[in-house]
Structure formats: structure tokens, C-alpha cells
């Protein structure tokens, strides 16, 4: 078998698999046909066939240099699908097992007093006094962007954030997007690509959003984030070089920990700290109707609960490896990533549907960063952007990546 034809069959497989798993294939715009053929097949049939990819892929000979990056990423999606497989037969991992095999990496281990520190610093900066998370509640039901302004708000985020990407990235004339406005959602926002260089992006109204989350969601959702990265892989390895299995998207692959990773880091590249800053002052706020003079320690707690993030894989991983309950890593939740309980409950409903997925929003954003900031630096812009869409037209996985 040759790379492409083994690349064909690796789409085919995930196809197969997808027949199992409603979640699995996130993205798809390969050939009609071929997804329309897959009748389900049985998983034991499914891990043979990733075996033996495996096992072809292994004994290829050395490809030229421009496809070597290639290989060794379609190697490691294929390990984690078949890894997928054997969990979607019965096999259990814990947690850092599971975001090994499926995503290649994994979390470092953290305590709750490795968080303590953050704690107290934002004891400092938030008014009034006694339970952090009550306290904080209050603060920001001050900032959360009224249901009858959401949609303004958030548009002329994301507007800004593609006039931005623009720039630095060429995108397709024929590029674009549309947004829903949803509910029922263990999620804030999703990206569905749909191909084409098309994006639904749906917006979950559960909950009202808060004004930080407008630009956090319209360059992660979109600008640069899922939308640009989908649109140039299908450009520039579906379309222009004939690699088919990039046509495809396994949620749960090492796909993700650079999709998730990518889109978290590109808001800050799309927005770095001061021009954000003008940007929430001078349009989202009075937009929103929120005080523009309120914007500059709101953006210090942030900043402060940014890193916080790493709660969430914490609780994650003692809730899904058994060593709390539900109710206790709710509350969890609620004294560490200083969620409300509402927001807490929707979090651990995440939990229970995606488990160790929840690594690649901050892990990945880590590694994104730190591989993009050893080659460009932090201050030139345009070099940042350059290795920023260089990555995303061709994909690292995590170890790829010198994690
Ligand atoms: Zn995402």
C-alpha cells in the first residue's frame, strides 16, 4: 500500500467508527460516497483493520522530507483510533492513560495546593469579603452580556476577529460563516465545519455569557481559530495536495489537542493583551451596555482565573478515575475553577461526555504556545503569525511538538 491509499483507508475507518459513536467523526468533506457506503461493522473487524494500517504504515519505506510530518501524524491519529476502539469495546483506562492514547499527551499532576496561591491573589483583587466563589458571582453578574445584545456583541467580535486574521492569513474569497443561537448544550459554543470553507457556529444561551467570552469565543470558534484551521487544511492538504486524510476529524484524536490548543493560543494572537483591551473599551462594552471603565480589573481577574484552568483537569481526572463523586467534584469545581454551581454542574455533564479531552483546551494551549513562542519570539507579530499558520497547515500532534 502506498501513503495514500493508506490515508484513504484511515478515513474509511474512522467513517466505521463513527458508525458507533454519534461524537466521533466531527468534520467531514471527503467524497460522498464513501461515507455513505459504511455499513457498521463490528469493532473487532474496526481493530484488525487498524492494525494492519498500522503495520503498513510502519513498514513504508522513508518518505521524502515533505511528507515525513505527514506520517508520522497519520501514525498517531491511527494509534489513538485504535486506541478508541478498544475503549469503545469495554477496554477502561484512567485518565492519563486515556489522554495518551487518544491525544498523546498528558496533564501534569496538580493538587489543590498548587492552587491556593491563585486563590489568594484573587482574594485580593475582588470586592467585598468571605467565600471566593460567592464573591465572584456577584462581580461578574455585572459583566455577563444581556440576551438582547448578544447577538450584536458578539458579531462585531467576530467580524473584528476575521478582519484581524485577515491580514497575516489568506483566507478563501468564498470563506464564511454563520451563527445560531442554541440551548441544552453541555458546551459554550461549538464550531461545525461543514466543508467548503464553511462554518455553523452555535452559541449556547443556557447561561448568559459573559462580555469576556465574546472575543475568547469568536476567535476560538472561528477567527483564527476552528473555522481558519479547518478551511486550511482543506485547502492547502485536501484540495491542493491530494492528502485525504485530512478530509476527516476524530474528536477524540491528537487532532483535537492541536484544534483546541491552537484556538485557545490564536486568541491572543489575534488580540494581543493592550489592543484587546482597546477593543472591549471602545466597542464590546457599550455594545453590551457594561461600563467601559470597569474593563481594567475585570481583565485582571481574568487573567488571575486563566490560571486556574488546570483545576479542571484535576477534578477531571479524580472524578473519571473514581476517586470522587459527582457532588464532590462539583464543589470541586466550584472552590478551584471558581465556576457557580450551574456552570459547575454543566462542567462535570462536559466531563462525563468527553473525559480527558478536557486537557487539550489549556494543555494545548500551552504547548501551542510555547512551540510557536520559541520560533517567533513574543513580540514580533508578523513572524508569530507566520509559525502560528505555518503549524496549522501542517499538523503536530503533542509529542511532535517537543511536549
Ligand atoms: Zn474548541
Known amino acids: 500500500m502506498t501513503l495514500n491509499q493508506i490515508a484513504e483507508a484511515y478515513v474509511k475507518l474512522v467513517l466505521a467508527v463513527g458508525q458507533h459513536d454519534g461524537s466521533y467523526v466531527d468534520a467531514y468533506y471527503g467524497p460522498a460516497e464513501w461515507q455513505t457506503d459504511t ?10 483493520d487498524a492494525d494492519q494500517l498500522l503495520q503498513q504504515l510502519s513498514t513504508l519505506s522513508a518518505p521524502p522530507a515533505d511528507q515525513r510530518l505527514r506520517q508520522d501524524f497519520l501514525m ?16 477502561h483506562l484512567s485518565f492519563d492513560e486515556e489522554s495518551i492514547a487518544l491525544y498523546d499527551a498528558q496533564s501534569p499532576l496538580l493538587r489543590e495546593a498548587d492552587f491556593d496561591l491563585i486563590l489568594a491573589e484573587l482574594d485580593q483583587l475582588l470586592p467585598g469579603e468571605g467565600d ?13 452580556i444581556p440576551r438582547d445584545k448578544l447577538d450584536a456583541v458578539f458579531t462585531a467580535a467576530i467580524n473584528e476577529s476575521r478582519a484581524r486574521t485577515k491580514k497575516y492569513i489568506s483566507l478563501p474569497d468564498e470563506e464564511d460563516f454563520k451563527i445560531e443561537y442554541v440551548k441544552d448544550q453541555v458546551w459554550s459554543a461549538y464550531n461545525w465545519y461543514q466543508g467548503n470553507s464553511y462554518s455553523l457556529i452555535q452559541v449556547n444561551t443556557d447561561f448568559p455569557m459573559f462580555i469576556s467570552r465574546a ?3 469568536a476567535s476560538h470558534e472561528g477567527y483564527p481559530g476552528h473555522h481558519v484551521f479547518n478551511l486550511l487544511m482543506e485547502k492547502h492538504l485536501v484540495n491542493d495536495k491530494g492528502w485525504m486524510e485530512y478530509c476527516i476529524y476524530p474528536l477524540y484524536s491528537p487532532m483535537s489537542f492541536l484544534a483546541e490548543g491552537s484556538a485557545n493560543y490564536g486568541i491572543s494572537v489575534a488580540f494581543p493583551e493592550v489592543e484587546r483591551l482597546q477593543f472591549e473599551k471602545g466597542v464590546l462594552f457599550p455594545l453590551a451596555g457594561i461600563d467601559p471603565a470597569q474593563a481594567d480589573l475585570y481583565y485582571r481577574v481574568q487573567a488571575v482565573l486563566q490560571k486556574l484552568s488546570y483545576a479542571g483537569n ?7 478515575d473514581g476517586e470522587v463523586d459527582r457532588l464532590a467534584a462539583i464543589k470541586l469545581l466550584m472552590k478551584y475553577a471558581l465556576s457557580d454551581e450551574k456552570r459547575s454542574t454543566q462542567r462535570v455533564a462536559f466531563i462525563e461526555k468527553n473525559r480527558s479531552y478536557v486537557i487539550n483546551y489549556n494543555l494545548g494551549q500551552d504547548v501551542v504556545k510555547n512551540y510557536i513562542e ?3 519570539g513574543k513580540v514580533d507579530e508578523p513572524h508569530r503569525w507566520q509559525v502560528f499558520t505555518d503549524l496549522l497547515m501542517c499538523p503536530r500532534t503533542a509529542s511532535m511538538m517537543g511536549q
Do not use: W
Not at 457498521?40 to 481493530?47: G, I, P, S
Open 39 to 48: 455499513a457498521k461493522r463490528a469493532l473487532t473487524d474496526l481493530l484488525s
Open 76 to 91: 498517531l491519529q491511527l494509534t489513538s483510533v485504535r486506541a478508541y476502539i478498544n475503549q469503545l469495546s469495554g477496554t
Open 132 to 144: 471566593l466563589n460567592a464573591r465572584l458571582s456577584t462581580y461578574h453578574r455585572g459583566f455577563e
Open 215 to 217: 472575543i475568547d469565543l
Open 314 to 320: 484535576m477534578v477531571a481526572k479524580r472524578y473519571l
Open 374 to 376: 520559541q520560533r517567533a
